[in-house]
């Protein structure tokens, strides 16, 4: 049930009267309902396998529980009291640690398994052919995956108590809104929510449908055009030479921050409509000053996560700089991993790894030259300097997404190294590459207003280029001007792709 979907609004639209309508003791039990035709929708056997995720880390959480709570009852200190508290708490680190492995060995099992069998067969018996399992990768494994891993961790240190009602628990892993993109949430930051009891308010209503609107604009008149030119320069790469291909690289990162980011929206206008705040997962990474920069502020729920329940268990940066460079590593490497199973994806994590770790081996050389020439390094000149470098980089290392194969990449890289080659730049190819040439000015202005728009739906402490803060201080009818022209541009990018015969695609990170 995508989001964008003539299907999904319908859900939506009855979800929601249903929502409040109902005694407010019943709206988590609504939410629960919806969240398992939602699931159910994408294939029951899918959610067999989300069913049974939630089953056992319930039941484990459970045990975790009262493991803890056994170690911490007794307040005196003697030598069978530590004896006690040290057998609880090993026998808690031995829970925790099956429970994590059961969780990440499923996961691993469906979604690696295969990767990697072949790349052993292949290196230790090249003669041989690997037999492929067809085996299930449910929709947002690696999501709710780990929601169940943090709670599990966030139990067994005490952080939280452990969730009694498995309908409840339920409810927070398979959440519709979050379940197959995210955001990565606590069972902290979100249980309560679920479970509480919410007036109709329509402010919010009103926010979280603008939100929506938002979301909707990004995915449609942006990532699907986007995409459009993108799968035809990608796919026929051989065709194509020098500059259009830095073009198509340049166009795909667009195209994937319009998908996520516009799902993100979505998900976070429609829990607000129903009184629930999620944490937001982007904050205008492409404006990023430097690669923390934008790892601090791209999939920013996935990096709290590796932060939290992995860097900082390794020690994060309080240790030794040649135990950081390997903590940063294994963080990355695990990243990479996380999003597919592919060579491409484990060198997007290294490459992004070396980069951080050369950053950070380097930070303070370069902080003692910018406090030497302050006034080149804080100029208008240099910031946009820094925001072009990072954005080049991170371009680069998204190749590594969108390519079918390392070969093809290393290809595309080559060619777009190639900035003095603009031949193809004025041929029908690159011109009309699938789309009227009209709708180039569609998206473009269509990026523009979406830059403008963060302004107008939340505020954020980022640091626009121009510094507008349009929030609550643009008049009625403007504001009413600017949303009927994206409704009705959305509309109007609809129909002309259903005119091309082309569907409103899957949103991408639905393949993570």
């Not at 121009?466 to 994206?486: A, D, E, G, Q």
Request: net charge positive; with cysteine; glycine share 8%.
């Amino acid at each position: 049930m995508i989001f964008t979907s003539l299907t999904f609004l319908i859900f939506g639209v009855v979800l929601f009267f249903v929502y409040y309508i109902v005694s407010k003791k019943y709206q988590w039990i609504v939410l629960l309902l919806g969240s398992c035709v939602f699931y159910i929708w994408a294939g029951w056997k899918y959610f067999l396998f989300l069913l049974g995720t939630i089953v056992i880390t319930y039941l484990i959480g459970l045990w975790l529980g009262k493991i803890y709570q056994k170690e911490h009852a007794y307040k005196e200190d003697d030598l069978e009291v530590e004896k006690v508290k040290k057998h609880c708490r090993n026998q808690r680190i031995f829970v925790l640690i099956l429970g994590i492995l059961i969780g990440a060995g499923t996961l691993f099992f469906l979604k690696y398994f295969n990767f990697f069998a072949s790349f052993f067969v292949s290196l230790f018996s090249p003669n041989d052919q690997f037999q492929i399992l067809d085996l299930i990768v449910p929709v947002g494994i690696s999501f709710y995956t780990f929601s169940s891993i943090g709670y599990l961790v966030d139990v067994s240190k005490g952080d939280i108590k452990a969730e009694t009602n498995i309908l409840k628990y339920a409810l927070f892993i398979s959440y519709f809104p979050i379940v197959l993109q995210g955001p990565i949430c606590s069972y902290s930051e979100l249980s309560s929510q679920l479970l509480s009891e919410h007036d109709l308010i329509m402010d919010n209503v009103s926010s979280g449908a603008r939100r929506i609107v938002l979301g909707v604009l990004k995915k449609i008149i942006i990532a699907d055009l986007i995409g459009i030119v993108v799968n035809t320069l990608f796919n026929n790469y051989s065709e194509y030479h020098g500059f259009i291909m830095f073009i198509a690289i340049v166009l795909y990162v667009i195209q994937l921050y319009a998908d996520f980011s516009g799902f993100m929206d979505i998900a976070i206008g429609y829990s607000e409509m129903l009184g629930i705040v999620l944490p937001e997962n982007f904050d205008v990474p492409l404006l990023s000053t430097s690669l923390q920069v934008f790892w601090r502020k791209w999939h920013i729920t996935l990096g709290r996560w590796f932060k939290k329940y992995i860097y900082i268990p390794l020690g994060g940066n309080r240790v030794k700089k040649w135990r950081w460079v390997i903590n940063i590593m294994i963080v990355w490497l695990l990243t990479g991993l996380w999003h597919g199973a592919s060579w491409g994806f484990i060198i997007w994590g290294a490459y992004n790894g070396v980069l951080l770790v050369l950053g950070g081996l380097f930070g303070k050389l370069i902080k003692n030259v910018k406090a030497k020439y302050p006034r080149f390094f804080n100029c208008k000149g240099y910031k946009w300097f820094t925001i072009i470098k990072t954005f080049y980089l991170v371009c680069i290392g998204f190749l590594f997404f969108r390519a079918s194969s390392l070969p093809q990449a290393w290809d595309i890289f080559v060619e777009s190294l190639k900035f003095w080659d603009w031949g193809n730049i004025v041929s029908p190819q690159f011109i009309d590459p699938g789309i009227h040439w009209s709708m180039y000015i569609v998206f473009v202005g269509a990026i523009l207003v979406c830059y403008f728009a963060n302004s107008f739906f939340r505020e954020s402490p980022n640091e626009y280029i121009f510094h507008w803060n349009l929030f609550n201080r643009t008049p009625k009818w403007v504001s009413f001007i600017l949303y009927s022209i994206i409704i009705a541009s959305t509309i109007a990018c609809y129909v002309y792709e259903k005119s091309l015969n082309q569907t409103s695609s899957a949103f991408i990170y639905f393949n993570f």
